[in-house]
C-alpha cells in the first residue's frame, strides 16, 4: 500500500463532515488513486448520503429533526480518525460498501 500522506489524511477527514470533498476526491484522478483517500471517500459519500435522506425523511417534526444533526456530529470523530490515519469500520455500512465492490 502506497505511504499515507499527511494530504491524504487531511482530505479523508474532511470528506466526514463535508460531503463535496467526499465528492472531488472521487472525481479528481490524482486523489482516487489514493487508496486512503479513497475509502474514505466512499464511506463518506455513503454516510452524507444516509445523513441527507435522514433528514428529508424526518423533517417533518422538530424532535425527529435533531436525529441526522447529531448524527452529523459523529461524522466529526470519524474525521478525527481518518486523520488519524486509521481505516476504520461504520458498522452495517462498510460491509454494505465492500459487498457491493465500492470498497476494498
Known amino acids: 500500500m502506497d505511504e499515507i500522506t499527511s494530504n491524504d489524511k487531511l482530505m479523508a477527514a474532511l470528506s466526514y463532515p463535508i460531503g463535496i470533498v467526499a465528492i472531488v476526491i472521487l472525481l479528481v484522478e490524482d486523489m482516487k488513486s489514493r487508496p486512503f483517500q479513497k475509502y474514505h471517500a ?3 459519500l455513503a454516510v452524507n448520503v444516509i445523513l441527507v435522506v435522514l433528514g428529508l425523511a424526518l423533517s417533518w417534526t422538530v424532535v425527529l429533526a435533531c436525529v441526522p444533526l447529531l448524527l452529523w456530529l459523529v461524522t466529526f470523530y470519524w474525521g478525527y480518525e481518518a486523520y ?7 458498522p452495517g455500512l462498510t460491509p454494505f ?7 476494498e
Open 84 to 90: 488519524q490515519g486509521k481505516s476504520f469500520e461504520i
Open 42 to 44: 466512499v464511506q463518506a
Open 97 to 103: 460498501l465492500k459487498g457491493q465492490g465500492w470498497l
